[in-house]
């Protein structure tokens, strides 16, 4: 199927909420993690969204050019023809953008949506995220307003972020403090500046223990029960059951109850990173250490042109990959659900 129009993408959001399941939203780093991506979504026979972060995009463009909106608009291009050959839906999101970034990231991506809107095309992306948990709340929702703006008149999905997300991503450093739990009032306050999709569709990434990287099972510390007082605050004031369509960051070392839960509080998109990295490496790694004097030319020999063929390995860690991807449409309750 082709890359989700904004119509098929709202559907999809929808639907997850609906039925109590979310999407995995997997980042890639090139057109092979996003064929693995690809395949593991239809293997699963789930919808999902494909996303790349800043970094992510900066290294789409090449080590030496290092043009994050090259990056950006080569990989939806290029999803855009090999998406048509999975019999799922695709929806393109661009990852975690802070303040500084902004004007080199997601407004010239929403900019170039705007303008293929206007002629007739479907936008480029079909949601961005503007990352302003570095800001007062205040100023990050001020941005978020504008930016909600330029997304609609794009036809595009905004996501922000109240609250901090702890660990690292991208050389981006979230402290490990209070602001690892979005409050009720932060909830109320971002209802009040965005709305409640009248203004513009979003999607909301509340905080509520969430921490970027890799860790053992027991280090993060959720309370998935934050998102459920931030949506029965908002509901009370407004009457509207579940109001904000949710986003769950850094859920490496998360229990499947807690993710399950988080979903059942209105999380409808997952985001996946540091899991996916590894099952597409660790393939790598046992291809190298198994067949090293094939990979290398040791002690002056030729080496064997089958093991050191990217194609060789490529394939294992693509397999990988896309079984891990497989696992999280499982763990989120998404397998089975694809939009025929």
Not at 22 to 37: E, F, H
Not at 101 to 116: N, T, Y
Not at 158 to 163: A, F, K, M, P, S
Request: net charge negative.
């Amino acid at each position: 199927m082709p890359i989700a129009t904004p119509e098929v993408y709202a559907d999809m959001l929808d639907r997850a909420k609906a039925n109590g399941f979310a999407y995995p939203a997997i980042n890639v780093t090139s057109s092979q993690t996003l064929n693995a991506t690809l395949r593991g979504f239809a293997e699963a026979e789930s919808d999902g969204i494909v996303q790349v972060s800043t970094g992510g995009a900066e290294y789409l463009s090449g080590t030496s050019v290092k043009d994050m909106v090259t990056g950006a608009v080569a990989l939806a291009e290029y999803a855009r023809v090999v998406a048509d050959k999975y019999p799922v839906n695709i929806a393109l999101h661009t990852d975690h953008c802070p303040k500084d970034k902004l004007d080199g990231f997601v407004r010239p991506l929403l900019e170039i949506s705007r303008q293929r809107v206007a002629s007739g095309k479907d936008p480029l992306f079909q949601s961005h995220m503007w990352d302003g948990s570095a800001c007062p709340l205040d100023e990050n929702l001020q941005i978020a307003q504008e930016l909600l703006e330029k997304a609609r008149e794009a036809n595009v999905v905004l996501e922000v972020e109240i609250g901090v997300v702890g660990g690292e991503e991208d050389g981006v450093v979230g402290e490990m403090n209070e602001k690892l739990y979005s409050t009720p009032e932060d909830a109320l306050a971002t209802a009040e500046a965005l709305g409640l999709g009248e203004r513009g569709r979003y999607l909301l990434a509340a905080t509520f223990g969430n921490v970027h990287g890799v860790y053992k099972p027991g280090h993060v510390k959720l309370r998935p029960s934050v998102l459920k007082e931030i949506q029965e605050a908002v509901a009370a004031k407004y009457g509207k059951e579940k109001p904000f369509y949710l986003v769950f960051h850094g859920g490496s070392g998360s229990s499947l109850d807690e993710i399950r839960e988080a979903i059942s509080y209105g999380v409808v998109k997952m985001n996946i990173d540091t899991d996916t990295q590894y099952a597409f490496t660790r393939p790598v790694a046992d291809h190298m250490f198994r067949k090293y004097d094939g990979v290398l030319k040791v002690d002056g020999d030729v080496g064997n042109k089958k093991d050191y063929d990217p194609r060789a390995w490529g394939k294992s860690a693509e397999s990988g990959m896309a079984a891990r991807v497989t696992q999280a449409c499982q763990d989120l309750l998404s397998a089975g659900t694809k939009i025929s």
